[in-house]
């Protein structure tokens, strides 16, 4: 029976590569994937990552080829990513304690959020946050995502993480113990090294941010404690780390290697890698 993947991506950008990488891979081995968006809005590609002449200042170089940058606006261009799912539509939204009536509001939510949840889970194998600048904006602090990654984590069903991507996972934590989920876990990112000064940009806004708006490594190192780590790998091609049920990958080069190694996970029981 084919692996079903739910694919959430940010209706503020997606990064082409970061996308392409790990579809193909699924494609390839006949998974079925299905995309999902805060709103239900269709996503688009950063104009950059379908640019093969696009220098990284980080970098100092391309990190689009000509090909890549092909693949990635013929999946945007296409139809695949129309009409994704919605999360707000599918997963509710826990009540301010300001509510006149917040007891009764808040056995609603957890009513509604388990059954969301329970047929998210009986719907897919696993889960994947495609990265970008436009997580920054409406992923990471997604209350909404953070239940459904949660659920994921409690069932033990695998999460695929890129990029900025990866800051849904730092955020999401059990509500009443407030403790991150990787807690004493193994994780990459995008480290301080590869961040912009200047030119973090979104999909649909006229906005230069300038740098990002928090450093990823930190808040994975803050995330990680004391028994976890960040493994930036700074000087090394590529970055994936496998700590069960994580998949971390740090950037565009990332992608298919973090896509083969969620295949090794849901297929041959994978659960560690790269540390």
């Known amino acids: 029976m084919s692996k079903r993947i739910l694919v959430v991506l940010s209706e503020y950008g997606y990064w082409g590569e970061e996308l392409v990488g790990p579809l193909e891979v699924f494609d390839a081995r006949g998974y079925r994937t299905t995309f999902i968006t805060p709103f239900g809005k269709r996503p688009q590609a950063l104009p950059p990552s379908l640019d093969s002449e696009y220098i990284d200042p980080p970098l100092g170089r391309t990190v689009t080829s000509r090909d890549m940058a092909r693949r990635a606006r013929t999946l945007d261009d296409s139809s695949r990513l129309d009409h994704p799912l919605s999360l707000a539509e599918m997963v509710p939204e826990r009540p301010y304690y300001s509510a006149l ?33 436009g997580p920054l904006v409406d992923l990471a602090n997604n209350e909404r995502l953070h239940e459904v990654i949660c659920a994921f984590v409690t069932a033990g069903k695998p999460i695929l993480a890129e990029c900025y991507g990866i800051a849904a996972l730092a955020f999401a934590r059990d509500y009443d113990q407030r403790t991150s989920l990787l807690w004493g876990k193994h994780v990459t990112g995008h480290p301080k090294e590869y961040d912009y000064k200047d030119g973090t940009g979104f999909v649909g806004v006229e906005f230069n941010m300038g740098p990002p708006p928090y450093p990823l490594e930190y808040i994975l190192r803050d995330a990680t404690g ?10 090394k091609e590529t970055s994936v780390i496998v700590d069960f049920p994580f998949v971390t990958a740090r950037s565009t080069p990332d992608s298919a290697p973090a896509g083969e190694l969620l295949v090794e996970v849901l297929e041959n029981g994978l659960t560690r890698h790269g540390w």
């Open 101 to 133: 009536n917040h007891l009764r509001e808040l056995e609603d939510y957890h009513r509604a959020l388990s059954a969301a949840t329970a047929e998210l889970l009986g719907a897919f194998d696993a889960l994947v946050l495609v990265g970008g600048s």
């Open 226 to 235: 004391p028994e976890g780590a960040f493994h930036g790998n700074v000087g």
